[in-house]
């Protein structure tokens, strides 16, 4: 069940996002939208409360359990931005702002920008670790929450490999510019 309160969670992400924008921008009525998009952080308080109440009342930690917390993490780091992003995408495209051009990328801009992302990616691991301990803490057997333990690995090896994937890569091998 909580991992369907997760997928909840997610499509409610994308629904209070999308919902705050249209009232923002279609209806006209930045307050409302903003209290809309301010709803978003409530899905996270709601996942964890009901994560910390599944584990009080003796469930064996799960894989949702620990996907939970590793979401929380995540959303906490990049959820911000990409609210961010798309608002100002509504912004171009419905209130006639200045159009804002990314700039593509190449070799050392390109580089600090994935050690950027990386170490946000690295901020949300420990977010998420510390979310897994505090879980283990609050249930306080070893038995009941192995599979949380078994997320810190895996929080290791996905920045590990993003770690060589990435910024490294980008690093030794910057990336170039088209020739045209």
Not at 45 to 73: K, S
């Given at each position: 069940?909580?991992?369907?309160?997760?997928i909840?969670?997610?499509?409610g992400?994308?629904?209070?996002?999308?919902?705050?924008?249209f009232?923002?921008?279609i209806?006209?009525?930045?307050?409302?939208g903003?209290?809309?998009?301010?709803?978003?952080p409530?899905?996270?308080l709601?996942?964890l409360?009901?994560?910390?109440?599944d584990?009080?009342n003796?469930?064996?930690?799960e894989?949702a359990?620990?996907?939970?917390?590793?979401?929380?993490?995540?959303?906490?780091v990049?959820g911000?931005?990409v609210i961010?992003?798309?608002?100002?995408?509504?912004?171009?495209?419905?209130?006639?702002t200045?159009?804002?051009?990314?700039?593509?990328?190449y070799?050392?801009?390109h580089?600090?920008?994935e050690w950027?992302?990386?170490?946000?990616?690295?901020?949300a691991g420990v977010?998420s670790?510390f979310?897994?301990?505090?879980a283990?803490?609050?249930?306080?057997n070893s038995?009941?929450?192995?599979?949380?333990?078994?997320?810190?690995?895996?929080?290791?090896?996905v920045?590990?490999i993003?770690?060589?994937?990435?910024?490294?890569?980008?690093?030794?091998?910057?990336?170039?510019?088209a020739?045209?």
């Amino acid at each position: 069940m909580l991992l369907w309160l997760i997928i909840g969670c997610e499509i409610g992400f994308w629904l209070f996002l999308f919902l705050g924008l249209f009232v923002r921008y279609i209806l006209g009525s930045p307050k409302t939208g903003k209290v809309v998009l301010l709803c978003v952080p409530l899905l996270d308080l709601t996942l964890l409360l009901a994560t910390a109440i599944d584990l009080h009342n003796g469930a064996v930690a799960e894989f949702a359990h620990g996907l939970a917390a590793v979401y929380l993490g995540f959303t906490v780091v990049y959820g911000p931005e990409v609210i961010k992003w798309l608002d100002r995408l509504a912004a171009q495209r419905f209130n006639n702002t200045e159009r804002v051009v990314d700039v593509e990328r190449y070799g050392w801009d390109h580089a600090f920008y994935e050690w950027r992302q990386w170490l946000k990616a690295v901020l949300a691991g420990v977010i998420s670790s510390f979310l897994l301990y505090a879980a283990i803490l609050y249930v306080g057997n070893s038995v009941r929450t192995a599979q949380l333990s078994e997320w810190l690995s895996y929080i290791f090896w996905v920045l590990l490999i993003w770690l060589a994937c990435w910024p490294l890569w980008h690093t030794v091998f910057p990336k170039k510019q088209a020739k045209l």
